[in-house]
């Protein structure tokens, strides 16, 4: 599970790729972990063929090697371990063939997950995890695909012996530099770096880094009140700071700018008031030296030290929630929070007003999960709605609840609730009343023109859970009615018009009548209130617009934005 941070370039439009590889390692004294609804066991699936358990004499460890192939007919592949307290199991996933990209599982004798991973490290998508078994009893080793997605063969090995096989562990996610590695420690970082090879940096790069950490980390941990990020007591980098590792990531092959890596599951991050069960140690991968990118290097730098250093902070709270955007959406906000004049957020906000009609949080869009990075603007529509605070209020309810359910607590902390909240945000998006909106270069996709009255529909699809189609009103000024139909009762439909100085929402329900006299643009919004935690299975829903002249009382307005970077459809 990947997250791939596509960068739109100031100057050009440069895409490069920022992973975040999320590697859940338990360590012995890592908590287990109570299943999720992303992460839970499903199905029977079939035991993979392979060779018999062989000893190693010295090292007294039993080794297991699996084959099989991951795709549509074969889901998932269990297999039962036999530990004792005390021993170590390390579990690897190796793609053979095609574009398979692995996860695996182990399970307590009790059901509950031990440990998981997808991605071992950034570049790759094998999988690697090691446990210390805390009691003795039959562990289940899942092995399934990220998202369903992919497919091809298989090579799992499975090795059981002492806690040794944590250091084989380290040895696959160890970040190794091109040359001799020399330290630079600041006040709350640790920065690995080297001056030979591919990977070797300036020194007066290396102070640049230096400052940009520091100043990140003042702005989000002591200005914001953002807690830092559990330390791993130097069992990562030989230090109790944060380990940052500068390395040629763009020149690697990876186009990666930087790569935000957990190490173990800790259960609660001891830095915030709360507790956590899923909080993470992690380290930071940056690029050297941002050449080639087109954009200025240490602008670049500054602006990926801020995203990567939240995810960071994020994994204190939860490493592996099942709404995977919010991880992004967050950290591309914060760009625009902690490094405005550096930020690359707005980039993403042109591909995200490309696809309104998507389910909101979706990673299933046409280019696999831009749209999440776009999102970022919903969490400036909560900062300005309820505060900056709302947002750190969100991420405290991620670590309890998983999914929407984080959400629905939060906003109903705020008298709001999911559809109500989005439905706004939707309307906002059309208004861009955002600080950061002269740099959309970007309206909402407009479905379609209504022209006269009578039955109109959408162009495309319809609209997905929590999506949006929008339609552009030129019809003489008067009373209109504007319902839905043919949509089973699940939509609603919002009236927006639009005069110099602002832009007022009318909610039509299910239908309503509206004047258009007042303003200097009409629009129509179908808004879908529907939603669900599957992310990965949103669903088109057809409807039909009515519009006819109406003599009937006209519905109430609701929020207005400013009409400043407000432009038209067309």
């Not at 490069?16 to 338990?26: A, D, N, Q, Y």
């Not at 970022?376 to 991620?398: E, H, K, P, V």
């Not at 008298?415 to 009343?433: C, H, M």
């Not at 602002?502 to 939603?531: H, K, Q």
Request: glycine share 10%.
């Amino acid at each position: 599970m990947s997250f791939m941070h596509r960068r739109a370039g100031r100057a050009a439009v440069l895409i490069l790729l920022l992973l975040v590889s999320f590697l859940l390692i338990s360590a012995a004294s890592a908590q287990e972990l109570t299943p999720n609804t992303g992460s839970s066991a499903s199905g029977g699936g079939e035991s993979g063929s392979g060779g018999a358990a062989q000893q190693d004499d010295t090292l007294q460890e039993s080794v297991e090697e699996h084959t099989g192939t991951l795709d549509d007919d074969n889901e998932i592949y269990t297999y039962p371990v036999t530990l004792t307290q005390g021993q170590t199991i390390l579990v690897t996933a190796e793609a053979t063939s095609g574009n398979l990209d692995t996860v695996v599982t182990l399970y307590a004798p009790g059901g509950e997950i031990a440990a998981n991973n997808d991605d071992r490290s950034g570049g790759t998508y094998d999988s690697a995890m090691a446990h210390t078994a805390e009691e003795s009893g039959i562990y289940t080793v899942e092995l399934t695909r990220y998202d369903g997605s992919s497919s091809g063969d298989f090579l799992l090995t499975i090795t059981v012996g002492d806690e040794s096989l944590f250091d084989v562990l380290a040895e696959l996610t160890n970040v190794d530099l091109s040359g001799e590695t020399l330290t630079r420690d600041t006040a709350h970082f640790r920065i690995h770096y080297t001056l030979e090879g591919s990977d070797s940096v300036t020194q007066n790069y290396v102070e640049a880094v230096a400052q940009a950490v520091e100043e990140v980390y003042q702005i989000m941990i002591v200005d914001m009140g953002w807690p830092a990020p559990p330390s791993d007591e130097g069992q990562h980098g030989g230090s109790v700071h944060y380990d940052i590792y500068l390395i040629d990531l763009i020149g690697g092959g990876e186009d990666a700018l930087g790569i935000t890596t957990p190490l173990s599951i800790v259960g609660d991050n001891p830095n915030s008031p709360e507790e956590e069960e899923y909080a993470a140690t992690s380290y930071i991968s940056v690029d050297n030296d941002f050449d080639d990118t087109g954009e200025d290097p240490i602008s670049l730098m500054r602006t990926t030290v801020a995203h990567e250093f939240h995810h960071a902070v994020q994994f204190g709270y939860d490493v592996n929630d099942s709404h995977n955007w919010v991880y992004e959406a967050t950290a591309s906000w914060i760009e625009t929070v902690v490094t405005p004049a550096d930020e690359d957020a707005t980039g993403y906000v042109e591909y995200a007003y490309q696809y309104p009609e998507l389910c909101f949080g979706t990673i299933d869009d046409p280019e696999q999960g831009s749209l999440q990075y776009g999102e970022w603007t919903f969490l400036q529509f909560m900062a300005d709605a309820y505060g900056m605070s709302s947002i750190q209020a969100y991420w405290r309810n991620i670590g309890k609840f998983e999914g929407f359910e984080a959400l629905e607590q939060t906003l109903a902390s705020y008298g709001s609730n999911v559809p109500e909240s989005i439905g706004l945000y939707r309307t906002k998006n059309l208004a861009r009343e955002y600080r950061f909106a002269p740099a959309f270069n970007a309206t909402v996709w407009l479905e379609e023109t209504i022209t006269d009255v009578g039955r109109w529909t959408f162009t495309g699809e319809g609209v997905q859970e929590l999506g949006a189609n929008y339609f552009k009103v030129e019809l003489d000024a008067g009373t209109y009615y504007a319902g839905l139909t043919n949509d089973s009762g699940k939509l609603e439909i919002w009236a927006i018009g639009v005069d110099s100085e602002r832009v007022t929402t009318i909610p039509l329900g299910r239908g309503g009548s509206f004047d258009t006299t007042p303003y200097s643009s009409m629009y129509l919004m179908v808004f879908n209130p529907n939603y669900d935690d599957d992310l990965t299975d949103c669903e088109y829903y057809d409807y039909d617009i009515d519009v006819t002249t109406s003599k009937g009382d006209l519905a109430p307005t609701g929020a207005t934005w400013s009409a400043e970077w407000y432009e038209s459809l067309d």
